[in-house]
C-alpha cells in the first residue's frame, strides 16, 4: 500500500510539473515580442554605456564670454594650470627654432684625400718642370689648403640651408659648438686656394693648383639625422605642459564674473583634473550606474513613445530594432570621432538619422528618435549645449525639407539647407564667444561641409536597409508603380479587366490620399497590385469575362464565393513569390477587410436556410492606417461604379454615400486611425473622379 502512495504521489508530482513546464513555455511563447524587446533595450544600454569614453562629468556648464551662474567656486585641491594648445605649440616652435642640429665629421674620408694628394701631387708638379726645392715648398702649400679645408671639414652642396646657423660638429665622438660659416663646401675650395697661395705670394700656379684639387677634395662632414631628432626630441619633452598651480581653497571665479581668457584656461585646467581623477577605480561602478541609468531613461522614453502613439511599430519587433540599430549606430560613431579627435565631432553626419526614419515611418519619429540621440550625445561631447542646439536644428530643418526622396534633386537641396544651417548656427556662437568674426576656425566650416556630403550617402544606406530588414522606402515604391515591371506586365496579360480596374482604383486612392495628407505613393502601389490574385482565375471576375458565358453559372454559389474569396489568399502568395514588401502585401491582405460576398449568400441562402457566413466572409484583416482605409473605399466605389447606367451628379453623390457608408456601418475602419472629417474629404474627392470618368456636364434650362 505505500509503495502504491508512493507512486500516486510521484507521478502526480510528474504531471503537476509537466503541467507547471507547459504553461512556462506557453507563457514564454505568448510573450516573446516583449522579452525580445526588453532584451534589445538591456544590450542597446550596454553597449551605449560601453562606448561612451571613460571619464566622469564636470557638474559646471560654462562658455567663453558668459557670467559664471553658480556660486562662488574655490579651488577644491591643488592642480595645475594646463596651457592651451597654441601655447605649447608656441613653445615647441620656440625650442625648435633654437635647437641645433648634428653633423658628424668622418676622419676616413679626410686620410683618404691626403692620401690621394700624395699621389696626385707628382703628376700635376712633375720632377722635369720643377726643381727638388720648388715641389717641396708646392706641396707644403698644398698639404696647408687641405688643412685649411678639413679643419672643420666640408659639407655637402645641401647639407646646410643657411650658413648662419649655429652647429654641433661631431669629431673624435666630441661635440662641439659651431658657426656653419666655418664649414666650407666643396664650392669654396677655389676660394681658399687663392687666399693660401696668395698669402704664400704663389698667384701664377693658381691653374695648377685648381687642377690638382679639382676631383680631389671630398665634403667629409654629414647631417646626423638620428641624433639630431633624439636630442630634439629630449628638448621637446622638457617643455612644461603646464604654466603655474592653483592651490587648495583659492577662488577661481566669483558668481556673476565673466568667464574670460584667463579664468578660463583655469576653469578648462579644473575639469579637466577633476574628471581624470573622479574616473578612479573607486568611482568607476558608481559613474558606470549614473550613465545607465541616463542612458535607460532616454531608450524608455523611445519604448513608451513607440507603444502610446506608434503601436503598429511597436508590435512589429524587426522596425523596434531598425530604430534601436541607428541610434547605436550613431552613437558609436559619434563616440569613436571623440575618441579620436573632439574637434572632428561635428564631421558625424546625425542628419542621417531623421532622414532615414523619416522616410520609412513619419516625420514625427524621426524627429523624436533624433532628439533622444542628441541627449544621449550631449552627456559626452564638448561644449554640450552649442552641440545639442545646433544638431537639434538640424534635425528640424532635415524633417522640413526632406520629401520626395525617389526625386534626385531634393536630396541635394535638402543637404545644402542643412549645411548651410550648421554654418549659420556656427557662427553666430563665434561671435557671442569672440564678440567678432575673427579667428573663425576654417577646419569646422570643413567640417559641415564634409558633414553634408557624407549625409548624401543616405540613398544607398537605405537601400541596404531595405534589404536587411525587410522596410520600403519612397523609391522603391516608385519602381514598383512602374506599370512596365514583370507583375504588372503580367497581370494585364492574365486579366487585362483587373489590371484596367486597378489603374482606376490607383487614380481614385492616390487623389483620396493626398486629399487628406496620407502616403500617396504607397496607396497607389498599394492599389496596383492588390488584385494580382486574380490572375489565377481571371474568367471568374465580371471585369475579365468578354463573352456572355459566365463559369460561375456551372458552381454552386459556395464554390463561387471560394473563388472569389481566394483571390486574396492566391494574392498574398503571389507578392511574397515576386518579393513585393509587406507594406505592399497589406494592401493585398486588406482591400476587403471582413465583408462578405453578399451577391453569392444571398444566392446560397435560396438553396438552403441555414448558411454558414464564414464560408462567404473575406478572412481580413481590417483596414488598419489611413492608406489601407482609402483603398478598400476606393476599391468599392470603382467596382460598383460599373453598374450605373446613365448616371447623374444626384446619383453619383448617393451612390458613394451608400457605398462608404456601408464599410463604416459593418465596422471595417475601426482600427485604420482616420476620422469622419477625412472620410468625407475621401468622399467629394471619389465624387469628383466620377462626375470626370462619366463626362457629366450642367445641364442649363433651355
Known amino acids: ?66 557670467p559664471w551662474q553658480y556660486e562662488n567656486l574655490y579651488s577644491p585641491f591643488d592642480f595645475s594650470v594646463k596651457k592651451s594648445e597654441p601655447e605649447l605649440e608656441k613653445d615647441q616652435k620656440k625650442t625648435r627654432d633654437a635647437h641645433l642640429d648634428y653633423y658628424r665629421y668622418d676622419s676616413d674620408i679626410q686620410r683618404e684625400v691626403y692620401a690621394e694628394y700624395d ?34 671639414g666640408i659639407f655637402k652642396e645641401t647639407e646646410v640651408s643657411s650658413a648662419d646657423r649655429q652647429v654641433y660638429l661631431v669629431k673624435n665622438n666630441e661635440a662641439e659648438r659651431r658657426s656653419a660659416q666655418n664649414v666650407y663646401r666643396v664650392r669654396d675650395v677655389n676660394k681658399v686656394i687663392q687666399t693660401v697661395i696668395q698669402k704664400r705670394g704663389l698667384r701664377s700656379f693658381g691653374n695648377q693648383y685648381e687642377n690638382l684639387f679639382f676631383d680631389l677634395v671630398k665634403p667629409n662632414v654629414f647631417f646626423d639625422q638620428a641624433l639630431s631628432k633624439k636630442a630634439l626630441d629630449d628638448e621637446l619633452s622638457k617643455i612644461s605642459t603646464t604654466r603655474g598651480t592653483v592651490d587648495e581653497g583659492k577662488l577661481i571665479i566669483a ?14 585646467s579644473l575639469r579637466s583634473e577633476f574628471e581624470s581623477e ?44 531598425f530604430i534601436f540599430f541607428n541610434i547605436l549606430l550613431m552613437v558609436f560613431v559619434t563616440t569613436l570621432v571623440l575618441k579620436y579627435d573632439e574637434a572632428y565631432v561635428f564631421v558625424v553626419p546625425l542628419c542621417i538619422l531623421p532622414l532615414i526614419l523619416k522616410t520609412f515611418f513619419d516625420a514625427r519619429l524621426g524627429l523624436f528618435a533624433h532628439v533622444l540621440t542628441i541627449l544621449i550625445l550631449g552627456f559626452v ?21 526632406v520629401s520626395e526622396l525617389y526625386k534626385r534633386a531634393n536630396l541635394f537641396i535638402s543637404v545644402g539647407q542643412i549645411t548651410l544651417i550648421y554654418i549659420i548656427g556656427y557662427l553666430a556662437f563665434h561671435i557671442i564667444h569672440e564678440g567678432n568674426l575673427d579667428n573663425i576656425v576654417w577646419l569646422t566650416l570643413g567640417l559641415f561641409l564634409l558633414n553634408g556630403m557624407i549625409t548624401l550617402f543616405a540613398q544607398p544606406l537605405i537601400y541596404i536597409y531595405e534589404k536587411l530588414f525587410g522596410l520600403v522606402s519612397d523609391v522603391s515604391l516608385l519602381e514598383l508603380s512602374d506599370t512596365n515591371s514583370k507583375l504588372l506586365k503580367e497581370l494585364s496579360n492574365k486579366a487585362p479587366g483587373t489590371f484596367h480596374h486597378s489603374l482606376q482604383v490607383a487614380n ?94 444571398k444566392k446560397q441562402q435560396e438553396l ?25 473605399m476606393a476599391d468599392s466605389v470603382e467596382a460598383a461604379s460599373k453598374s450605373l447606367k446613365n448616371p447623374t451628379f444626384l446619383i453619383i453623390d448617393e451612390f458613394v454615400d451608400k457605398i462608404i457608408a456601408g464599410q463604416m456601418s459593418a465596422n ?31 445641364e442649363y434650362p433651355e
Open 1 to 66: 500500500m505505500g509503495q502504491k502512495t508512493f507512486l500516486s504521489l510521484y507521478f502526480l508530482f510528474l504531471i503537476l510539473d509537466i503541467s507547471f513546464m507547459r504553461n512556462f513555455l506557453e507563457k514564454l511563447f505568448k510573450n516573446q515580442s516583449r522579452i525580445y524587446k526588453f532584451f534589445l533595450y538591456l544590450v542597446t544600454t550596454a553597449c551605449i554605456v560601453f562606448f561612451f569614453p571613460k571619464g566622469g562629468k564636470f557638474k559646471y556648464e560654462f562658455e567663453k564670454g558668459k
Open 255 to 268: 558668481k556673476g564674473e565673466v568667464v574670460q581668457a584667463d579664468n578660463l584656461k583655469v576653469l578648462e
Open 119 to 152: 699621389k696626385k701631387f707628382p703628376t700635376i708638379f712633375s720632377a722635369d718642370t720643377y726643381n727638388e726645392n720648388q715641389r717641396i715648398t708646392l706641396k707644403q702649400v698644398g698639404q696647408e689648403i687641405l688643412d685649411s679645408l678639413y679643419e672643420n
Open 278 to 321: 573622479l574616473w578612479t577605480a573607486k568611482n568607476y561602478y558608481f559613474i558606470l550606474a549614473g550613465y545607465t541609468v541616463l542612458v535607460a531613461l532616454v531608450l524608455i522614453m523611445l519604448l513608451l513613445f513607440l507603444k502610446k502613439y506608434r503601436r503598429s511599430i511597436y508590435n512589429n519587433s524587426t522596425k523596434v530594432t
Open 381 to 401: 561631447v564638448p561644449n554640450s549645449f552649442e552641440y545639442i542646439f545646433l544638431q537639434i536644428i538640424a534635425g528640424i530643418v532635415t524633417i522640413l525639407s
Open 508 to 601: 481614385l486612392a492616390e487623389a483620396a490620399a493626398n486629399e487628406i495628407g496620407a502616403n500617396a505613393m504607397l496607396v497607389r502601389v498599394g492599389a496596383l497590385y492588390h488584385d494580382i490574385g486574380k490572375m489565377n482565375h481571371p474568367t471568374y471576375f465580371t471585369e475579365n469575362q468578354i463573352t456572355n458565358v459566365n463559369p460561375h453559372d456551372e458552381l454552386s454559389p459556395k464554390d463561387s464565393a471560394k473563388i472569389i474569396v481566394n483571390h486574396v489568399i492566391d494574392g498574398i502568395e503571389i507578392a511574397r513569390k515576386n518579393k513585393l514588401p509587406d507594406r505592399v502585401i497589406d494592401f493585398i491582405r486588406s482591400h476587403h477587410g471582413t465583408t462578405m460576398v453578399y451577391y453569392f449568400y
Open 608 to 632: 438552403e436556410e441555414d448558411v454558414d457566413e464564414a464560408d462567404f466572409t473575406y478572412p481580413g484583416p481590417i483596414p488598419f492606417s489611413k492608406e489601407t482605409a482609402i483603398l478598400m
Open 668 to 698: 471595417q475602419f475601426l482600427n485604420a486611425n482616420i476620422t469622419f472629417k477625412e472620410i468625407e474629404l475621401i468622399k467629394k474627392i471619389f465624387k469628383q473622379k466620377l462626375t470626370n470618368i462619366y463626362h457629366l456636364r450642367v
